[in-house]
């Protein structure tokens, strides 16, 4: 480990660009604690000047834990692969109607999600997520505030957000969905009256697509009632950066989920989730709700 840290300290590339970003992203699970990405900083705030591998804790124990914890991972990935697709029989996959993908009665099932805000970039909005009454559903709340931080580059600002995690496999593999035998999205909510934004993330491989999101809208109605809310793929819009893109095309069925309230009114809002599931609605016809075609179109 000695030499490791040595290795760390020293070495470095030409150009400025450090040897210990890679020998970090390396060494793996022999690592606990590390702080591999830095935060968001403010415009105008100085950058942190310590090393991120001097908060590093090598514990050779950790790591020998986690690498069986992987192989284990590893081991039932295969055995499901083995039986058919997610794990079910072929037979099972294509008879099936609808699927729960998260339920929420557990903290455990809440660590399967992450919250932000527009605290991220001085924004005074606040979100938390706990579990309901009875520990029967989620409850995402909070309060949104549009105050626009005085940094002198800020815009706009008031925003709350929900994400799911995503679906990590064995050795931190990445790992997609498999919605394609579905064409609806089924959610049981009870919200306040307010608008929603359901949002469905991308993976891209160019860095100019990272803020790409699939979303569409959903609309609560308030009072103490639970309402079920279905809302086909084929309805949901590719936008970036807060702009609906001319372009459009079907939605990848693989990625993550996420909700977003931004509606530009202050004030608390809140939302329970009993439950968000798939649904095959056979008498849904419509592969794609919006037109596609060439914006340069060849003479």
């Known amino acids: 480990m000695a030499l490791t840290v040595k290795l760390l300290n020293g070495a470095s590339f030409h ?7 890679v020998l970090l992203s390396l060494l793996g699970p022999f690592v ?5 990405y830095s935060s968001y900083r403010r415009p105008g705030a100085e950058p942190e000047k310590k090393p991120s591998w001097q908060d590093v804790d090598f514990s050779f124990k950790k790591g020998i834990d986690h690498l069986k914890t992987q192989l284990s991972l590893l081991k039932k990935e295969t055995q499901d692969y083995l039986l058919g697709p997610g794990g079910h029989p072929l037979s099972q996959h294509l008879l ?15 660590n399967k999600w992450v919250t932000s805000s527009d605290e991220e970039i001085g924004g005074k909005s606040k979100v938390s997520l706990k579990l309901g009454r009875n520990n029967q559903a989620a409850l995402l709340y909070g309060t949104l505030n549009t105050e626009v931080p005085r940094d002198g580059e800020t ?16 050795f931190n593999r990445k790992k997609y969905y498999d919605w ?7 959610l049981r909510v009870r919200g ?18 990272k803020d790409d999101l699939y979303s569409y809208f959903m609309f609560t109605r308030g009072g103490p009632y639970w309402e079920e809310i279905k809302i086909p793929f084929s309805k949901f819009f590719l936008s970036s950066r807060g702009r609906v893109q001319d372009n459009q095309h079907p939605v990848w069925l693989d990625k ?35 037109e596609m075609y060439d914006k340069n179109t060849p003479v």
């Open 15 to 21: 150009g400025g660009c450090c040897r210990h970003k």
């Open 96 to 110: 099936e109607q609808t699927r729960v993908l998260w339920q929420f009665r557990s903290q455990e099932d809440l």
């Open 155 to 170: 815009k706009y600002s008031g925003y709350c957000s929900m994400r799911s995690r995503p679906a990590v496999g064995s």
């Open 180 to 186: 394609s035998n579905f064409n609806t999205l089924f």
């Open 32 to 36: 606990s604690n590390s702080k591999l």
């Open 256 to 290: 993550t989920l996420g909700f977003t309230i931004g509606d530009k009114v202050n004030g608390p809002f809140q939302l329970e989730i009993d439950f968000i599931g798939l649904l095959k609605d056979s008498a849904h016809r419509e592969e794609f709700a919006y």
């Open 192 to 209: 306040d009256g307010r608008p929603w934004m359901v949002n469905i993330y991308t993976d891209p491989y160019f860095s100019h697509q």
